[in-house]
């Protein structure tokens, strides 16, 4: 599959700026691995890991939680309706989710890529929206996300942006 133009234009920027820590498709390290490649393996396990909190606490249903994982300066970019800019607004965005329905969520990273304190993770995410009054609704999105990492070394949501996956992206 080859990507897509706006990944690359993005990957273009960034590796101008830095040269990745990591390959790319997250592939894990043999024992007699070089301490760099160890290091981006850590970097990548640990963006995957904040990706996997953040479906947590949507599946948990609280804004707060979920806040939490964005950056104060962040971006949400829903496939409809405007962007919803900074964390508040985006907590906001989440009480009004949880106030109608719950959701059920999981995350498949097909792609992990570290600059420095950047990060771009690409993946699909599956499961059901619940509303309150009404029939589940299947979610099935393809994402990609761009993360920073913050003055206490955690890796927050900086920029997101998903849409329906191509049957061809989906698991199974």
């Known amino acids: 599959m080859r990507p897509s133009i706006p990944t690359l234009l ?7 700026c830095q040269q990745p820590v990591s390959t790319g498709l997250y592939t894990p390290v043999a ?10 393996e850590n970097e990548e396990a640990s963006v995957r890991g904040a990706i996997e909190g953040l479906i947590a606490a949507d599946n948990n ?10 950056a104060d300066d962040a971006i949400l970019l829903p496939p409809e309706g405007p962007a919803l800019s900074g964390r508040a607004v985006i ?13 059920t969520l999981t995350t498949r990273s097909d792609e992990t890529l570290v600059f420095g304190d950047t990060a ?21 999105d393809q994402y990609l996300m761009v993360l920073r990492r913050d003055s206490a070394g955690r890796w927050k949501v ?4 998903w849409g329906p996956a191509a049957p061809d992206r989906l698991p199974g």
Do not use: C, W
């Open 10 to 16: 993005l990957l273009s920027a960034l590796s101008s």
């Open 31 to 40: 024992s007699g691995a070089s301490r760099a490649e160890r290091e981006a």
């Open 61 to 70: 249903g609280n804004a707060d939680l979920v806040a939490g994982f964005y």
């Open 91 to 103: 907590r906001n965005h989440y009480v009004g989710l949880f106030s109608k329905s719950t959701l």
């Open 120 to 140: 771009i993770d690409r993946g699909v995410v599956t499961g059901t929206l619940q509303p309150r009054d009404g029939a589940p609704v299947p979610l099935n």
């Open 158 to 161: 900086f920029r997101l942006m």
